[in-house]
């Protein structure tokens, strides 16, 4: 869905919309007459992405742009700040708007709880909630992070992260997460925060 809503933001807006797998980036890119005005990647692929896109080019992700979109941006930009404190023991929840049927290597489940514990060092909890169900006793975690929430509507997304503020509780989302931890967080927000 947040590719779609892109997609149909620039067709409305009588851009041009090129669409590629990461593994033909690099071909596409040196197709084009002149750089793009953008570069919107799934943030799964943010790192391999980086390394293609020339540092001219503004980059950011699906997940990003949802974080702006649902209005949570400055609250996912400032949650992620938390991971540098985060201590043996911590409790982190990872939660899903939808419920999808999860795979081997699914990026809620496996890649970011891997990603992170390779990152902070620490031997980190985390916990997991998906679809309508949301914790209330959202104290007992020391970080959320959330999918960008394109199954959810901007209310809910915003009690989500309102709720977390209220409780004092750092709250971001994939993409800023996986941004931050493959330390291109400046770059891929920079097109965005400008534009705001």
Known sequence: MPQQLAIRDIIDAG???VVTRETELKETLESLKENPALVITD???FEVVNKIVDKEIPLTSFSILMARYKGFLDTAIDGIRKLEKLKDG???LISEGCTHHRQCDDIGTVKLPKWIKEYTKENLNFEWS???GF???IEKYDLIIHCGGCMLNQKEMEYRSNFAKEKNI???NYGITIAYLKGIL???IEPII???
């Open 15 to 17: 851009g041009i919309a």
């Open 43 to 45: 943030s799964q692929v």
């Open 90 to 92: 911590a409790k982190i």
């Open 130 to 132: 998906s679809g309508t």
């Open 135 to 137: 914790p209330k006793d």
């Open 170 to 172: 750092p709250f971001t």
């Open 186 to 188: 400046d770059r891929s």
């Open 194 to 196: 400008s534009k705001k």
